[in-house]
C-alpha cells in the first residue's frame, strides 16, 4: 500500500496531468538535451527518476547475497511462459482496444506500461502456480 501510494504520488510530479505538474510552471518548462531535443521538465524528472530507482535496484541486487537453491529447469520456464504471456495478453488488449482510436506512436508509453505491467502480473501468477507445485523435500 506504502508503494502505492508513493507511486501515486511521484506521478503527480512525472505526467503531463498530473496534479503538480498543472500547478507548478517549472514542471511544464522545457529543457534542452541535446541531441535528445527539448523535452518537459516533468518527462525529464520522469526519465532520471526511473534510471536512478533501476540503478538503486542492480546496486542493491548486486550487493545482497544470493542465498538457497537456484530454481530448477521446471520452474525457470514457468516463470518465463508466465511473464511472457501476461505481456502479450496486456499489451495485446492494450493495443486491440486503443489503436482504432489514436496511432501506435501515441500509445508507445501507453504499450510499454501494459507490457511491463503484464509480465509483473505474469510473473506473480507463475510464482504462485509454482509455488503451489509439489516438489521433492530435501
Same mark, same amino acid.
Given at each position: 500500500?506504502?508503494?502505492?501510494?508513493?507511486?501515486? *504520488?511521484?506521478?503527480?510530479?512525472?505526467?503531463?496531468?498530473?496534479?503538480?505538474?498543472?500547478?507548478?510552471?517549472?514542471?511544464?518548462?522545457?529543457?534542452?538535451?541535446?541531441?535528445?531535443?527539448?523535452?518537459?521538465?516533468?518527462?525529464?524528472?520522469?526519465? =532520471?527518476?526511473?534510471?536512478?530507482?533501476? *540503478?538503486?535496484?542492480?546496486?542493491?541486487?548486486?550487493?545482497?547475497?544470493?542465498?538457497? #537453491? =537456484? #530454481?530448477?529447469?521446471?520452474?525457470?520456464?514457468?516463470?518465463?511462459?508466465?511473464?511472457?504471456?501476461?505481456? *502479450?495478453?496486456?499489451?495485446?488488449?492494450?493495443?486491440?482496444?486503443?489503436?482504432?482510436?489514436?496511432?501506435?506512436?501515441?500509445?508507445?508509453?501507453?504499450?510499454?506500461? =501494459?507490457?511491463?505491467?503484464?509480465?509483473? $502480473?505474469?510473473?506473480?501468477?507463475?510464482?504462485?502456480?509454482?509455488?503451489?507445485?509439489?516438489?521433492?523435500? $530435501?
Amino acid at each position: 500500500l506504502a508503494g502505492a501510494s508513493t507511486h501515486l *504520488l511521484w506521478d503527480a510530479f512525472t505526467h503531463g496531468t498530473g496534479f503538480f505538474v498543472e500547478r507548478l510552471p517549472i514542471l511544464r518548462g522545457r529543457t534542452s538535451l541535446g541531441p535528445l531535443g527539448d523535452w518537459m521538465n516533468y518527462r525529464v524528472l520522469q526519465h =532520471a527518476s526511473s534510471a536512478l530507482g533501476l *540503478l538503486a535496484l542492480v546496486i542493491v541486487w548486486s550487493c545482497h547475497p544470493h542465498h538457497g #537453491p =537456484a #530454481p530448477d529447469a521446471a520452474t525457470r520456464r514457468q516463470l518465463l511462459v508466465g511473464s511472457t504471456a501476461g505481456a *502479450l495478453l496486456i499489451a495485446g488488449y492494450r493495443l486491440a482496444t486503443e489503436l482504432p482510436q489514436r496511432s501506435l506512436w501515441a500509445l508507445r508509453g501507453d504499450f510499454v506500461v =501494459a507490457t511491463l505491467s503484464g509480465a509483473m $502480473v505474469g510473473l506473480l501468477v507463475a510464482c504462485w502456480l509454482s509455488n503451489r507445485r509439489p516438489r521433492d523435500r $530435501v
